[in-house]
């Protein structure tokens, strides 16, 4: 079983509408979590942290259910330029502290 | 904007040549990563280190080798090229705390022929 685990996609959704991206994680000691963005053959870049009593940025709102080892991307009022990959990340493998990304969801926005 | 850098940024190379793919970080971080990443498929993470003088395989069997003599720098090694080393490698760094997210290099997109 993959340590962390998302829907690849494509997700195919007009502008303007709200989309919602999950991610679960197999180790249950995991501390920190977190949501990049990777545009097409660029690197990935943060978009936001993970926190348990979720957050929000503008259009993108995060939650992370430790029960569930489960956490969520809520992106509000979609853009054009949302269109990307975005990746889950779980700050464990096994024992050690290390980012380990899940294989990413696709995200296309058309007008 | 993240202060990690990778050179070269892309590099076309003959079967059997040495080459080593530089990694370079101003933030004093001391946990540094390489990853693999063919197009459009996930990142498969190849070597870390925690610190100097520590380097740790990862997830992905790699021919390649690293080394960490200095905080700042993290290069890795290919010994002899192979067509099957063709793809991106990406650098990144983070820090001490556990929180604390990971910057990456803008990437060696490496092409062995």
């Known amino acids: 079983r993959k340590e962390v685990e998302q829907d690849p996609g494509p997700f195919n959704v007009p502008e303007g509408a709200t989309v919602a991206f999950n991610c679960t994680y197999s180790?249950?000691?995991?501390?920190?979590f977190f949501w990049y963005r990777q545009d097409c053959r660029k690197e990935p870049k943060l978009l936001m942290s993970?926190?348990?009593s979720g957050n929000e940025d503008g259009r993108f709102t995060a939650q992370l259910n430790r029960a569930s080892q489960y956490i969520s991307l809520l992106i509000r009022d979609s853009k054009l330029s949302d269109s990307a990959t975005y990746l889950c990340?779980?700050?464990?493998?096994?024992?050690?502290?290390?980012?380990?990304f899940g294989r990413g969801t696709s995200l296309i926005v058309h007008p | 904007e993240a202060d990690i850098y990778q050179t070269p940024r892309y590099l076309v190379i003959g079967t059997g040549k040495k080459i080593t793919l530089e990694c370079s970080q101003t933030?004093?971080?001391?946990?540094m990563y390489w990853y693999q990443q063919d197009p459009g498929m996930e990142l498969h993470l190849i070597h870390y280190?925690?610190?100097?003088?520590?380097?740790e395989k990862g997830d992905l069997s790699s021919e390649s080798t690293v080394s960490r003599i200095r905080t700042e720098h993290f290069p890795l090694t290919l010994e002899s090229a192979r067509p099957s080393h063709t793809s991106q490698y990406l650098c990144?760094?983070?820090?001490?705390?556990?929180?604390?997210?990971?910057?990456f290099g803008q990437g060696t997109r490496l092409t062995v022929v």
């Open positions: 933030m004093g971080h001391d946990k």
């Open positions: 280190s925690y610190g100097v003088n520590s380097t």
């Open positions: 990340v779980v700050n464990m493998r096994g024992g050690s502290y290390i980012p380990t």
């Open positions: 993970v926190y348990s």
């Open positions: 180790n249950s000691a995991s501390q920190s």
């Open positions: 990144a760094s983070s820090g001490g705390t556990l929180n604390t997210e990971a910057f």
